[in-house]
C-alpha cells in the first residue's frame, strides 16, 4: 500500500488559485486514487490467483478498498470513484478467470523450464539437488537427494552421473525412460510419478529399494520384483496393468497399491507381509487370492466387479475393508467377514445388498466389533437390536415370547376359567418336569400321573413335529401343522412356545383348562426355554429340573431311539451344560434337581417327593421296591396310590427332612401380582397404596362371591386339610384363613356361604363325584364358616395351629404381616360363628415345618462335563411368528 503513504500535506496543499487550487486538487485526488486502487486491485489479483478469487474480492479487499475510498473521498468525487473502481474490479476479476496455474508460475521456475527445455543438464539439475551428507561409503561428501518436479523433462541422461542419489524424484515430467537408476546401487526412494514410462522391461531397480512410486505413467505389465528384499512400498496407480506378478519373496513389501488397472483377479500375493493393499478400480470379481494374506490391516477394493467375499476369512489383522462400488447382493456373504476379530470399519456402499432390509442388522450382528459401517458411526443401541433380533440372549427370548402371547391373548376374546383363575393367593398348581431332550421326563411324566392319577393330570402340548412310531395324537402331543400352530400363536392361543430343532412345542389355555377341569393338577414336560417364558406368566408351577449327569449314558439314550441325526443328539447332550449352570448361577431357580441317568431311580425320589407333598401312605413304596428289583422297569408296574381320606389338598405339605422338597413349600412370595407390583415400584406413594388395596379387596371380593368348581380345593396351597377332619368332610385352611382374617366379615359370609343351586354353570358341568371337595372360592366361605369358637373345645388347639402356621404364612408387605398374631386370632374368634364341626378330636398340631421360607438347598451338580459351545438354540416360536 504504498500508494497511501504519499504525503497528502505534499499533494494537496500546492500554491494553485482557489478554483485552479480546486481542480488541481481534485486531479491529485484522483490521481491518488487511482494509484491506491490500482494497488489494491493487484494486491486483490494475487490474493484471487492464490486463493479463491471470488471470496477474495466479495469479502476482504472490496471492504479495505471501500474503506480507503470513504476515508480519502468527499461526497461529490465518491460517485466517480465508485464508478471507476467498479469497473477495475470488473476488469480484474475478467483477467483473474482467465489466469491458470501454470500462468502462475514464479518466474524463477519460467526461467528453468526454459533453461532445461525437455533436456536434465547440469545447470538446471543443480538446483533439485539438496541433502548434503556422506556417501553410503563414507568416504566423501555427495548430494543425496534430487527433486525435480513438474519440468517437462523427457531427458535425463545426466543422471548416470549421479550414481550417490539415495533418492530421486522426478514426478510430472514426461520421462519415458528411466535406465539411469540403474547406475544409481543406492537409491533407495524413487519417484516417477506423472511421467510417460509406458514399460519397465529396462528399468533396473537398486537392489537395495525400499520404495517405488510409478503410478500415473501408461505401464502395461509389472516386473519381475521377486528379489527385492528390501522393497517396502510400491505404488503403480493408474496404469494399465493386468495381472500381479514378479512380487514372490518380497518379504518386506507392506504397502501395495495397484489402484485404477485392470486387473480381473487377485493373485500372486500368497504369503506376503503386505499391511495396505489397494486395488480400487479394477475389474476384479472374487478375493479368493487374499486368502493366505494374514498380515492385512487395511484393504480397498471399492469400485470393482466383486460378488462374492469368499476368502476373506482369516484375515486376524484387517481393520478396515472398503467394498465400496461392488456387486455384493446376498446377506450371507457377510458371514465370510464374522470371524476378523480386529474388523472395525466397513464400506458396503453402493452395493446391491444395500436395498436388503435386514442389512444393517445382519452386518451389525455378523461382524458385531464394528465402529463405522458406511461411513457413518454404529450406534449401540442398532448393535442391541442386531443382537436381540439375530441371537437374542434367553431372558429376551422368554419376555418376547411372553409379551407376543399376552399381546395377541388381549386381542381376542379370552375365558378366564375359576379352575386357572390367577388370584392374589392361590396359584393354579403345576408341576413341570423340565431338562434335555431324552433325560426322560416325557416317560416320568407319564409315570407320575399314572400313579397319582388322582392328584395330576398330563398336559398335552401342541407341536408342529410329525409323530413318531408310536406317539398319538391327543396322548403325547396335539399334533398339528406349523401354519395351524402359527394361526394358534395369532389367536392368543398359547401361555408359552419353543422352537426345537425346527420344530414348534407350545403349552395352550386350553390344555392347561383340560386338566384344571378334571379337577387335577397339572404335570408337563419341558426344555429350559419353555421354563424361562413360564416364569413370567402368572403361573407358579413347580420346577423339577432332571439332569442326565453321564453324558455317555444321555448320548446312549438317543441313540437307542433311533429317530435323531448326529448333530441332534450333540446338540441334545451339548445343551446339558447350560441346564446345569442355570441350576447353579441361580439358586432357587429349579423347585427340586433329580438326576436321571438312572430312571428307576429318578422315578423314585420324583414319587418320594410327591408322597410327601400330598402326604400319601407309604405303603406303596414296599411295592414300588419290588418293582424296581424285578426284571423288567415298567410304568405299569408301579403300584398306585391311594390318596388317604385326609390327603386331598396337601399340595404344598412337605417333610423337612428331604432337601429336596423344600422348595415347594412357600409359594406366597410367588405370587404373580405381587412381583409384578414389586417390580412396577418398590415405594408407592399414599395414593397409589390406597387404591391398590382398594384393587386388592376387590379382586377378593370377587374370588370369594365367586361360586367357583368343586375340584379346586387340591389346587389351594391349603396347609391343614388332614388336621381337621369332620364327618362332613368339611376342611378348615389355616393357610388361607390367616390370609383371609383381614378382609373376612360375617356379611362376607352371607355372601360367601351360598347354596350349591348358586354354583355357576360351569361348575355344574364339570362337577364329578370322585373328589367331594370345594372350589377356591367356597373354601374360602367354608373357612369363615359360622364357628362358635368360645363355646367350642378345639378352640385353644386351633388357636394354637392358627399361631403354628401364622408364624410361617405372614408374607412380608402383605396386608396380613401388619397385623399382629393376637389382632388376627382376634379377628378369628369375632366372626361369632357357630361351629358345623361337632368333632374336633382327630385335630392335629401340624409341627412347624422347618424351612419352609427358606431358599431349597439344591445338591450341587459335579461338573464333570467341558463346556459345549451351544449351537443355535430352541427359541421362542413366538419370535418368528411375528
Ligand atoms: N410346550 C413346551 N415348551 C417347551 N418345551 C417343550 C414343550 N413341549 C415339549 N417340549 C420339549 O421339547 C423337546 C422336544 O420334544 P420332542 O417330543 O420332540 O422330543 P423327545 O425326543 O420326545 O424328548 P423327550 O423324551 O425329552 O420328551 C423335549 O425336550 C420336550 O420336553
Known amino acids: 500500500m504504498e500508494a497511501a503513504t504519499v504525503s497528502d500535506g505534499e499533494m494537496l496543499g500546492g500554491e494553485l488559485p482557489p478554483e485552479e487550487g480546486e481542480e488541481a486538487d481534485n486531479m491529485e485526488k484522483e490521481e491518488m486514487v487511482r494509484e491506491m486502487l490500482d494497488e489494491v486491485v493487484r494486491e486483490m489479483l494475487d490474493e484471487m490467483v492464490r486463493e ?142 506423472h511421467n510417460q514410462l509406458s514399460s519397465l522391461a529396462d528399468l533396473k531397480l ?47 513389501l507392506r504397502y501395495l497399491s495397484l489402484a485404477e488397472n485392470r486387473l480381473c483377479v487377485v493373485r500372486g500375493l500368497h504369503n506376503l507381509p503386505i499391511k495396505l493393499l489397494c486395488l480400487r478400480g479394477n475389474k476384479i470379481t472374487n478375493v479368493t487370492g487374499l486368502a493366505q494374506m494374514g498380515r492385512l490391516h487395511k484393504l480397498d477394493l471399492s469400485d470393482n466387479r466383486i460378488e462374492s467375499l469368499n476368502g476373506m476369512e482369516n484375515h486376524d489383522l484387517l481393520e478396515t475393508i472398503n467394498l465400496e462400488k461392488n456387486q455384493i447382493r446376498e446377506l450371507n456373504e457377510i458371514k465370510h467377514m464374522q470371524n476378523l476379530p480386529l474388523l472395525r470399519v466397513l464400506n458396503l456402499l453402493w452395493n446391491p445388498i444395500q436395498e436388503h432390509p435386514d442389512y444393517l442388522f445382519w452386518t451389525l450382528f455378523m461382524v458385531q466389533k464394528l465402529t463405522e459401517l458406511d461411513y457413518k458411526k454404529v450406534k449401540a443401541t442398532d448393535k442391541v437390536l442386531a443382537i436381540n433380533k439375530y441371537n437374542p440372549p ?52 407319564h409315570m407320575l400321573c399314572q ?38 400363536i395369532q389367536l392368543g392361543k398359547f401361555i408359552e412356545t419353543i422352537k426345537y430343532n425346527g420344530n414348534y412345542f407350545g403349552l395352550s389355555r386350553e390344555a392347561l383348562e383340560a386338566v384344571a ?25 413347580r420346577y423339577i429340573l432332571l439332569i442326565p449327569m453321564k453324558t455317555e449314558e ?39 434337581v433329580i438326576s436321571s441317568d438312572n430312571l428307576m431311580h429318578a422315578y423314585l425320589q420324583l414319587s418320594q417327593l410327591l408322597r410327601e407333598y400330598l402326604s400319601l401312605s407309604n405303603q406303596a413304596s414296599n411295592d414300588i421296591d419290588r418293582v424296581i428289583k424285578g426284571d423288567k422297569w415298567q410304568a405299569s408296574d408301579l403300584p398306585k396310590s391311594t390318596p388317604t381320606e385326609s390327603n386331598h389338598s396337601n399340595w404344598s405339605k412337605s417333610s423337612p427332612s428331604n432337601g429336596l422338597s423344600v422348595g415347594f413349600l412357600d409359594s406366597s412370595t410367588r405370587n404373580y401380582s405381587s412381583r409384578i407390583q414389586a417390580r412396577l415400584s418398590a415405594e408407592k406413594t399414599h395414593l397409589e397404596q390406597c387404591s391398590i388395596e382398594r384393587r386388592q379387596k376387590m379382586a377378593r371380593e370377587a374370588v370369594k362371591g365367586q361360586a367357583a368348581g368343586p375340584y379346586t380345593s387340591l389346587f389351594k396351597r391349603v396347609q391343614n386339610i388332614s388336621y381337621i377332619t369332620s364327618t362332613s368332610g368339611i376342611i378348615s385352611d389355616f393357610t388361607s384363613y390367616t390370609s383371609l382374617i ?141
Not at 221 to 228: A, D, F, P, T
Open 517 to 541: 377341569r378334571e379337577g387335577l393338577a397339572c404335570c408337563i414336560h419341558m426344555e429350559l426355554e419353555g421354563v424361562r417364558s413360564l416364569k413370567k406368566t402368572y403361573l407358579e408351577p
Open 742 to 882: 383381614p378382609i373376612a366379615s360375617s356379611t362376607d359370609y352371607d355372601q360367601t356361604s351360598r347354596s350349591s343351586s348358586d354354583l355357576t354353570s360351569s361348575e355344574a358341568t364339570h362337577s364329578t363325584p370322585r373328589v367331594s371337595s370345594f372350589s377356591s372360592a367356597e373354601v374360602f366361605s367354608e373357612i369363615i364358616k359360622p364357628i362358635d369358637l368360645d363355646t367350642d373345645s378345639s378352640t385353644d388347639i386351633v388357636s394354637q395351629a392358627l399361631l403354628s402356621e401364622y408364624k410361617f404364612l405372614a408374607i412380608p408387605g402383605d396386608r396380613i404381616s401388619s397385623l399382629t398374631l393376637e389382632e388376627g386370632l382376634e379377628s378369628y374368634k369375632e366372626l361369632k360363628v357357630t361351629s358345623k364341626y361337632p368333632s374336633v378330636q382327630n385335630i392335629q398340631i401340624p409341627s412347624p415345618r422347618l424351612g419352609s421360607n427358606n431358599k431349597p438347598i439344591l445338591p450341587p451338580i459335579p461338573s464333570g462335563r467341558t463346556r459345549a459351545e451351544i449351537p443355535e438354540g430352541p427359541q421362542q416360536a413366538a419370535c418368528t411368528a411375528k
Open 52 to 193: 479463491s478469487a471470488e471470496e477474495a474480492l466479495e469479502e476482504g479487499v472490496q471492504e479495505l478498498a471501500r474503506l480507503l475510498l470513504w476515508e480519502l473521498l468527499d461526497d461529490e468525487s465518491g460517485d466517480v470513484v465508485e464508478q471507476f473502481y467498479q469497473e477495475l474490479l470488473d476488469s480484474a476479476l475478467s483477467s483473474s478467470q482467465s489466469s491458470n496455474l501454470e500462468e502462475c508460475q514464479s518466474p524463477e521456475e519460467e526461467e528453468m523450464q526454459e533453461e532445461f527445455d525437455g533436456i536434465l543438464t547440469e545447470k538446471g539439475l543443480v538446483k533439485g539437488l539438496s541433502n548434503l551428507s556422506r556417501t553410503a561409503a563414507g568416504s566423501e561428501l555427495a548430494y543425496c537427494r534430487l527433486s525435480l518436479p513438474n519440468y517437462e523433462l523427457h531427458d535425463i541422461t545426466i543422471l548416470y552421473n549421479y550414481t550417490h542419489l539415495q533418492r530421486l524424484e522426478l514426478p510430472h515430467n514426461h520421462i519415458t525412460d528411466l535406465r539411469c537408476v540403474g547406475r544409481m546401487p543406492y537409491l533407495l526412494q524413487l519417484d516417477a510419478s
Open 394 to 445: 434367553a431372558e429376551v427370548v422368554a419376555a418376547s415370547d411372553h409379551m407376543t402371547h399376552i399381546m395377541y391373548g388381549f386381542q381376542q376374546h379370552q375365558k378366564i376359567y375359576d379352575s386357572t383363575l390367577p388370584n392374589l393367593d392361590i396359584p393354579y398348581p403345576m408341576l413341570v418336569l423340565v431338562g434335555p431332550q431324552a433325560c426322560g421326563k416325557r416317560e416320568l411324566a
Open 451 to 488: 400313579e397319582f392319577s388322582d392328584y395330576f393330570g398330563y398336559c398335552i402340548c401342541h407341536t408342529s413335529r410329525s409323530p413318531y412310531f408310536g406317539e398319538e395324537d391327543g396322548c403325547d402331543y396335539h399334533f398339528v401343522t406349523e401354519q395351524t400352530f402359527q394361526e394358534m
Open 554 to 592: 444321555h448320548q446312549r439314550r438317543l441313540h437307542l431311539r433311533g429317530l435323531y441325526t448326529k448333530s441332534q443328539i450333540d446338540f441334545a447332550t451339548s445343551r446339558v451344560e447350560s441346564y446345569i449352570s442355570m441350576n447353579q448361577d441361580y439358586p432357587g431357580y429349579f423347585d427340586a
Open 206 to 252: 537398486p537392489q537395495n529399494i525400499k520404495e517405488v512410486d510409478l503410478s500415473y505413467n501408461q505401464l502395461t505389465g509389472m516386473k519381475e520384483l521377486s528379489n527385492y528384499r528390501f522393497l517396502f512400498k510400491l505404488n503403480l496407480d493408474n496404469n494399465q496393468i493386468q495381472a500381479i506378478e514378479g512380487l514372490m519373496n518380497c518379504i518386506s
